[in-house]
């Protein structure tokens, strides 16, 4: 069975990207074993839903020219933006509705593999509010960023599933606690 999981990188005082919607400073931290296990996660998605900030970020900063990812991926925008190579969607939900429709078609894009949301804190907290979201797994940079791009972007009540130490990072395993 699916399950939704916002699988993501913090700051320590809670930020996932700058205001530039940068993600440099994620790398300014000896990372450990968190980047193998998220690897390990990516492989099992069987699809990626994402914002505009996360999609733009790979565009200019990592040199991709193709999609990372092998599996049906969505990228929330209201903006046209330019295409990479792959199994890429550009979608817009701007009503409950739309948002419960595009999370159905990721859950059966993904064929009983994971959806995991990338990035956006905002799309995190909306689905958790619509009791679409099941899992929330962090890894917690030792840095602050003061401003930027919210982990999560509304009230997500959690219950800690696992904490360990990767390195640098401080990574943790929450259960979205339904209303």
Not at 7 to 29: K, R
Not at 113 to 141: C, H, M, P, T, Y
Not at 143 to 155: D, E, F, K, N, Q
Request: proline share 3%.
């Amino acid at each position: 069975m699916s399950r939704t999981v916002y699988n993501t990188a913090t700051s320590l005082d809670g930020f996932i990207a700058t205001e530039d919607h940068s993600l440099e400073w994620l790398f300014s931290a000896d990372g450990g074993d968190a980047l193998k296990d998220t690897e390990d996660f990516i492989r099992k998605a069987g699809a990626v839903v994402c914002g505009a900030g996360t999609y733009e970020w790979l565009l200019g900063h990592e040199g991709v020219e193709a999609w990372p990812y092998e599996v049906p991926s969505w990228v929330l925008t209201h903006r046209k933006l330019p295409r990479m190579e792959g199994d890429v969607r550009f979608a817009s939900a701007d009503t409950d509705q739309e948002l419960r429709d595009l999370h159905a078609e990721a859950v059966e894009a993904a064929g009983g593999r994971d959806v995991w949301l990338v990035g956006g804190g905002g799309i995190a907290a909306d689905l958790a509010r619509l009791g679409l979201l099941d899992e929330v797994v962090v890894s917690i940079a030792p840095v602050t960023l003061g401003s930027g791009a919210p982990l999560l972007a509304g009230r997500v009540d959690l219950r800690v599933v696992d904490v360990r130490r990767a390195g640098d990072f401080a990574c943790a395993r929450y259960e979205v606690v339904r209303p």
